[in-house]
């Protein structure tokens, strides 16, 4: 952070907000820690912070480089029951829509733990509840009790 960088955008949970408080814990459990991937303009600012990582011996990064990101068109169901995650839960700039689609872009939102499990295996889409419990493209169930206090947005003022 001692010098500005020109094509940094800063870590994915900065640079979107919430439509509404009630969808944070299905938006982080969506994205994980790719919450924290950080978002540069191109692969070579991608290339200068690695390199500046190295030489400090400061850790690792995911970066997700703007203009290497490609993601295809999604069918998205027309129902009530589910809704696109990054449509109703998300505003954010158009500049980093294909970052938001990376990391958001196979994920609904489900009204239930039944309709995610509809629509997850008619569609080949992850499905989220409200609650954060998960139904995976590929079968797999994930649920249980959430501590609100362990919010990985929470602790970083999101």
């Not at 490609?70 to 109703?88: H, K, T």
Request: aromatic fraction near 10%; glycine fraction near 6%.
């Amino acid at each position: 952070k001692d010098k500005k960088v020109d094509g940094y955008y800063g870590p994915l949970v900065d640079n979107f907000t919430l439509t509404s408080d009630a969808f944070r814990v299905a938006v982080e459990v969506a994205a994980g820690n790719s919450l924290f991937h950080v978002l540069v303009d191109t692969d070579a600012t991608a290339a200068y912070f690695m390199k500046e990582l190295d030489r400090r011996q400061s850790g690792r990064l995911t970066f997700l480089p703007l203009n290497r990101l490609r993601n295809l068109p999604i069918q998205y169901p027309d129902s009530n029951d589910v809704r696109p995650l990054m449509s109703i839960a998300l505003q954010y700039d158009t500049s980093v829509e294909e970052a938001i689609k990376q990391v958001f872009g196979y994920k609904l939102l489900a009204r239930d733990l039944e309709a995610a499990a509809h629509f997850s295996k008619e569609y080949k889409l992850d499905a989220i509840t409200k609650e954060g419990d998960v139904v995976n493209r590929k079968g797999g169930f994930e649920g249980g009790y959430r501590d609100e206090r362990s919010s990985k947005m929470a602790a970083v003022g999101a």
